[in-house]
């Protein structure tokens, strides 16, 4: 959220890693499936890859294997980075050629591995020279390496393409003969008749076979019994034959991953070199080949030997990019220094980092803190760990402009403010929880530029919060020593000593309690040992949480999966497989396939704003509806496929009830674009009832790399299909059609902040049928009941500042339901709302950026 005038539009900017190995970037989909490759074959273009860093978003390393020597891969300016290759199952490998850009190495390895983990070196020199360099190798693995030890110039290592050569071994133990479907359990779209049934297909018999209807989009699928590992599909067809299908994979049944797709089907008997895994497997037909249905005498899966992948261990360390202090450690100050000066502008940077403070106390001390950091104490309670000194967020970097201060957190420490008075000068995702401030809280940047929003909860500020230029402000179970000043809407729920309600003179809108919440979990030390505390859920919850002993439970590290940059997809799942929670190091992490949490109560936690891409369109996190899961800490960016969800919390039709333990989401952030080119067609779908969002940035973004009408395009930003679910401190900004829509009962809001997109190119762009633009906020006519409080949406048309839209919300009459103090405003007049709700409410007032409001509706 930024005013008008405070639109520069930045290139990312260079990525330079304070750690060795910063910030991987994971795989693109497992590459289309071919007939069994030879010897001495190219075997790498198009799989999975992955890299310890990336120069910016324009140079991921999917860009060395996707067979172009136009795009490459490119490395943070450091040395020891690495590019690697999961080659899908194990190879003999016979060469390796690097097509390097300007930027070289000089001396590197080429490493092979069964694991991903072990690595074997197959090559090694200090004298490479750059160009393209053709090496013979002798060896074998499933993944093969690129590392990096010393560059040959002073920019990273950069590769326009990496090719391995090899083959793989048919029929030896690397991919089984023997044929895993072979009389499982199978079904199909469609049968022809009696005679051509699924079962067929997969009876070992070439003398009966499947045959479907004589339509397009039909399928059969087989289920193995258990999640294996694919190696080869063999499609021995009839003459009735498929010319465009997938192979695709699922653990469920439900959820279904492609693996291979075709266009080109030829018939007769196809033997499809496939890396995936999954228990179901199926062709899914989309068009025949000639005018009968699809028809297949048999449906072989092969599969490699063992697991799908090593039982994952739990615990171990946190990795390079979390830093740990106790009051010993020598230069605290320096290093803090250090990755601020990384961090301050790197407003789209790949690098993440969390600084952590073992219990004790810290003196002459200034954190300040830039983009994608988190400073958080490691004690049960906010005073166990003490800095005399201040947590700083300023603006110095955009010219005194708080606007874009975006990513970062401040978590469970006490401060002793140096001149009484600490300066957390933030915009959007930038949570301050579990503080103890003993002292005062200014929210504006040095000077009182622009500000635009955040958030406070389970803290006290002994001291007076000064909130002057925030526009918008939410603030939840605390305790204040006062508020002062107000701009168009601050909002507090269950917070001792808040203002007294006033909107819109003064812009206050106070509730004495929130209706339920549950502290964010956190990771904290108990003796020597780390654990993660996962606090209790209140009701009518008023002030701090930590007041006498913490209610909760804790859960040790070795309960956790600590995924570490470089982790795939296949390898979270099977951890949240065996029963493990999930605690994401600080990095990005790219995803072929869903994360899918099917545990009741299970944590997933992230430090240091680590943040998932999906891949291949597919969605980032699934949670099914079940009790109790806790989401926290994450950052979620759409991937330049289209994701139909990026986020989603139950199945369609979720209908459990989960009053007694409802899933939390905390600190889950959402963007499209801004990173570079992305696309989803929503945000965040909650599906199951009873489900907590507390403190969400919903953002398509309006500045950045990758942005414009058609280039992030994203329709909505949430939707609440489920019952009973509560949003505290919802910020959903920039979606092309409604922003919030919701269509589950019993709904309720406490704080809303959104602008619409800017960037429309015209009135018909966002025309609703005979409704003029999308309402920011959308109740849809079939709920009976509805609530909300402190409600604000802006409009910013730049591209075409006459735009008009007919109202910010929009609800059914009803008395059921409600709203309480709305507003809607124009930004300098680019554009206006013609009404705040429905059709209640005044119009925006010309170039004055002066608030309309509702108090209360109907």
């Given at each position: 959220?930024?005013?008008?005038?405070?639109?520069?539009?930045?290139?990312?900017?260079?990525?330079?890693?304070?750690?060795?190995?910063?910030?991987?970037?994971?795989?693109?989909?497992?590459?289309?499936?071919?007939?069994?490759?030879?010897?001495?074959?190219?075997?790498?273009?198009?799989?999975?890859?992955?890299?310890?860093?990336?120069?910016?978003?324009?140079?991921?390393?999917?860009?060395?294997?996707?067979?172009?020597?136009?795009?490459?891969?490119?490395?943070?300016?450091?040395?020891?980075?690495?590019?690697?290759?999961?080659?899908?199952?194990?190879?003999?490998?016979?060469?390796?050629?690097?097509?390097?850009?300007?930027?070289?190495?000089?001396?590197?390895?080429?490493?092979?591995?069964?694991?991903?983990?072990?690595?074997?070196?197959?090559?090694?020199?200090?004298?490479?020279?750059?160009?393209?360099?053709?090496?013979?190798?002798?060896?074998?693995?499933?993944?093969?390496?690129?590392?990096?030890?010393?560059?040959?110039?002073?920019?990273?290592?950069?590769?326009?393409?990496?090719?391995?050569?090899?083959?793989?071994?048919?029929?030896?133990?690397?991919?089984?003969?023997?044929?895993?479907?072979?009389?499982?359990?199978?079904?199909?779209?469609?049968?022809?008749?009696?005679?051509?049934?699924?079962?067929?297909?997969?009876?070992?018999?070439?003398?009966?076979?499947?045959?479907?209807?004589?339509?397009?989009?039909?399928?059969?699928?087989?289920?193995?019994?258990?999640?294996?590992?694919?190696?080869?599909?063999?499609?021995?067809?009839?003459?009735?034959?498929?010319?465009?299908?997938?192979?695709?994979?699922?653990?469920?049944?439900?959820?279904?991953?492609?693996?291979?797709?075709?266009?080109?089907?030829?018939?007769?008997?196809?033997?499809?070199?496939?890396?995936?895994?999954?228990?179901?497997?199926?062709?899914?037909?989309?068009?025949?080949?000639?005018?009968?249905?699809?028809?297949?005498?048999?449906?072989?899966?092969?599969?490699?030997?063992?697991?799908?992948?090593?039982?994952?261990?739990?615990?171990?360390?946190?990795?390079?990019?979390?830093?740990?202090?106790?009051?010993?450690?020598?230069?605290?100050?320096?290093?803090?220094?250090?990755?601020?000066?990384?961090?301050?502008?790197?407003?789209?940077?790949?690098?993440?980092?969390?600084?952590?403070?073992?219990?004790?106390?810290?003196?002459?001390?200034?954190?300040?803190?830039?983009?994608?950091?988190?400073?958080?104490?490691?004690?049960?309670?906010?005073?166990?760990?003490?800095?005399?000194?201040?947590?700083?967020?300023?603006?110095?970097?955009?010219?005194?402009?708080?606007?874009?201060?975006?990513?970062?957190?401040?978590?469970?420490?006490?401060?002793?403010?140096?001149?009484?008075?600490?300066?957390?000068?933030?915009?959007?995702?930038?949570?301050?929880?579990?503080?103890?401030?003993?002292?005062?809280?200014?929210?504006?940047?040095?000077?009182?530029?622009?500000?635009?929003?955040?958030?406070?909860?389970?803290?006290?500020?002994?001291?007076?919060?000064?909130?002057?230029?925030?526009?918008?402000?939410?603030?939840?179970?605390?305790?204040?020593?006062?508020?002062?000043?107000?701009?168009?809407?601050?909002?507090?729920?269950g917070v001792q000593g808040a203002p007294a309600q006033g909107f819109p003179n003064p812009p206050y809108t106070?509730?004495?309690?929130?209706?339920?919440?549950?502290?964010?979990?956190?990771?904290?030390?108990?003796?020597?040992?780390?654990?993660?505390?996962?606090?209790?859920?209140?009701?009518?919850?008023?002030?701090?949480?930590?007041?006498?002993?913490?209610?909760?439970?804790?859960?040790?590290?070795?309960?956790?999966?600590?995924?570490?940059?470089?982790?795939?997809?296949?390898?979270?799942?099977?951890?949240?497989?065996?029963?493990?929670?999930?605690?994401?190091?600080?990095?990005?992490?790219?995803?072929?396939?869903?994360?899918?949490?099917?545990?009741?109560?299970?944590?997933?936690?992230?430090?240091?704003?680590?943040?998932?891409?999906?891949?291949?369109?597919?969605?980032?996190?699934?949670?099914?509806?079940?009790?109790?899961?806790?989401?926290?800490?994450?950052?979620?960016?759409?991937?330049?496929?289209?994701?139909?969800?990026?986020?989603?919390?139950?199945?369609?039709?979720?209908?459990?009830?989960?009053?007694?333990?409802?899933?939390?989401?905390?600190?889950?952030?959402?963007?499209?674009?801004?990173?570079?080119?992305?696309?989803?067609?929503?945000?965040?779908?909650?599906?199951?009832?009873?489900?907590?969002?507390?403190?969400?940035?919903?953002?398509?973004?309006?500045?950045?790399?990758?942005?414009?009408w058609t280039t992030n395009p994203a329709d909505y930003g949430l939707l609440v299909r489920g019952d009973d679910?509560?949003?505290?401190?919802?910020?959903?900004?920039?979606?092309?059609?409604?922003?919030?829509?919701?269509?589950?009962?019993?709904?309720?809001?406490?704080?809303?902040?959104?602008?619409?997109?800017?960037?429309?190119?015209?009135?018909?762009?966002?025309?609703?049928?005979?409704?003029?633009?999308?309402?920011?906020?959308?109740?849809?006519?079939?709920?009976?009941?509805?609530?909300?409080?402190?409600?604000?949406?802006?409009?910013?048309?730049?591209?075409?500042?006459?735009?008009?839209?007919?109202?910010?919300?929009?609800?059914?009459?009803?008395?059921?339901?409600?709203?309480?103090?709305?507003?809607?405003?124009?930004?300098?007049?680019?554009?206006?709302?013609?009404?705040?709700?429905?059709?209640?409410?005044?119009?925006?007032?010309?170039?004055?950026?002066?608030?309309?409001?509702v108090v209360a509706y109907p």
């Amino acid at each position: 959220m930024r005013l008008a005038s405070a639109r520069p539009r930045r290139a990312p900017a260079a990525l330079v890693g304070l750690a060795l190995l910063s910030g991987a970037v994971l795989a693109l989909p497992a590459p289309a499936a071919r007939a069994v490759d030879a010897a001495d074959a190219l075997i790498s273009q198009g799989r999975a890859v992955t890299a310890s860093s990336t120069e910016n978003g324009a140079t991921p390393a999917a860009y060395a294997v996707d067979g172009s020597t136009g795009t490459r891969w490119s490395s943070a300016a450091s040395d020891q980075q690495w590019l690697q290759v999961d080659l899908g199952a194990t190879a003999a490998i016979t060469k390796v050629v690097l097509t390097w850009e300007a930027a070289y190495g000089r001396s590197y390895q080429i490493q092979t591995s069964d694991d991903g983990v072990s690595w074997r070196t197959a090559y090694a020199t200090t004298g490479g020279t750059g160009g393209t360099e053709t090496l013979a190798v002798s060896g074998s693995g499933r993944y093969v390496r690129m590392n990096g030890l010393a560059r040959g110039t002073g920019y990273g290592y950069s590769l326009w393409e990496f090719q391995v050569y090899g083959g793989f071994t048919p029929g030896g133990t690397d991919c089984g003969t023997a044929n895993a479907a072979q009389g499982r359990p199978a079904t199909a779209s469609s049968a022809e008749n009696g005679g051509t049934a699924a079962g067929n297909a997969v009876d070992g018999s070439t003398g009966t076979r499947w045959s479907s209807a004589p339509s397009d989009q039909q399928w059969l699928q087989v289920d193995l019994g258990a999640v294996r590992q694919l190696c080869r599909v063999v499609l021995n067809w009839e003459a009735a034959y498929g010319r465009s299908y997938q192979i695709q994979t699922s653990d469920d049944g439900a959820s279904w991953r492609t693996a291979y797709a075709t266009t080109t089907g030829t018939g007769g008997t196809e033997a499809l070199a496939v890396s995936g895994s999954g228990r179901y497997v199926r062709m899914n037909g989309l068009a025949r080949g000639t005018g009968y249905g699809y028809s297949l005498w048999e449906f072989q899966v092969n599969t490699t030997d063992g697991p799908t992948v090593p039982p994952v261990q739990g615990g171990g360390d946190l990795g390079p990019n979390v830093l740990v202090f106790d009051p010993a450690t020598p230069g605290i100050q320096a290093k803090v220094d250090a990755v601020f000066a990384q961090q301050e502008s790197n407003q789209f940077g790949s690098e993440r980092y969390a600084l952590l403070f073992k219990p004790g106390t810290y003196s002459n001390l200034n954190a300040q803190l830039g983009f994608y950091t988190s400073i958080a104490g490691l004690g049960l309670k906010p005073d166990d760990t003490t800095i005399n000194g201040d947590v700083t967020v300023d603006a110095g970097w955009f010219n005194g402009n708080a606007t874009q201060n975006f990513w970062r957190s401040a978590e469970n420490l006490a401060l002793n403010p140096v001149n009484g008075t600490d300066r957390w000068a933030v915009a959007q995702a930038a949570p301050f929880r579990r503080m103890h401030v003993k002292g005062g809280l200014n929210l504006s940047p040095d000077g009182y530029g622009w500000a635009s929003g955040g958030y406070i909860a389970d803290s006290r500020i002994d001291g007076a919060v000064g909130n002057y230029s925030q526009q918008q402000w939410y603030t939840r179970d605390s305790a204040i020593g006062g508020f002062s000043n107000g701009v168009w809407n601050q909002v507090f729920s269950g917070v001792q000593g808040a203002p007294a309600q006033g909107f819109p003179n003064p812009p206050y809108t106070t509730l004495d309690s929130t209706p339920v919440s549950r502290e964010k979990p956190f990771l904290y030390l108990d003796g020597n040992d780390y654990k993660v505390f996962v606090p209790a859920k209140r009701t009518d919850a008023r002030g701090v949480s930590w007041d006498g002993t913490p209610q909760g439970g804790s859960r040790p590290l070795s309960q956790f999966y600590v995924v570490r940059p470089g982790a795939t997809a296949a390898t979270i799942n099977a951890a949240l497989a065996q029963g493990l929670d999930l605690l994401f190091t600080p990095g990005v992490y790219h995803v072929d396939r869903p994360i899918e949490v099917n545990r009741p109560g299970t944590v997933v936690l992230g430090l240091g704003l680590a943040t998932v891409v999906p891949d291949n369109g597919v969605t980032a996190i699934k949670v099914a509806d079940v009790d109790g899961v806790r989401l926290a800490g994450l950052l979620v960016d759409a991937g330049p496929v289209n994701s139909p969800v990026l986020v989603q919390i139950g199945q369609d039709g979720a209908a459990a009830d989960h009053a007694a333990d409802p899933t939390t989401l905390q600190d889950v952030f959402i963007r499209v674009g801004g990173a570079g080119p992305g696309s989803a067609t929503a945000g965040i779908v909650v599906n199951s009832d009873d489900v907590i969002v507390d403190h969400t940035w919903i953002w398509r973004a309006d500045h950045g790399a990758g942005v414009g009408w058609t280039t992030n395009p994203a329709d909505y930003g949430l939707l609440v299909r489920g019952d009973d679910v509560l949003a505290t401190g919802l910020f959903v900004e920039h979606f092309k059609k409604y922003d919030v829509e919701w269509s589950g009962e019993r709904g309720r809001t406490i704080f809303f902040q959104n602008e619409k997109a800017y960037d429309a190119p015209n009135q018909a762009a966002v025309q609703n049928g005979a409704t003029k633009g999308f309402a920011a906020y959308k109740v849809d006519d079939g709920v009976t009941a509805h609530e909300g409080w402190g409600l604000g949406s802006y409009c910013y048309f730049n591209v075409d500042p006459t735009i008009r839209i007919d109202h910010g919300f929009e609800a059914p009459v009803r008395p059921g339901v409600r709203f309480h103090d709305l507003l809607v405003v124009s930004l300098g007049g680019n554009g206006q709302y013609e009404h705040v709700i429905n059709g209640t409410g005044g119009a925006t007032s010309g170039t004055a950026t002066t608030p309309s409001t509702v108090v209360a509706y109907p």
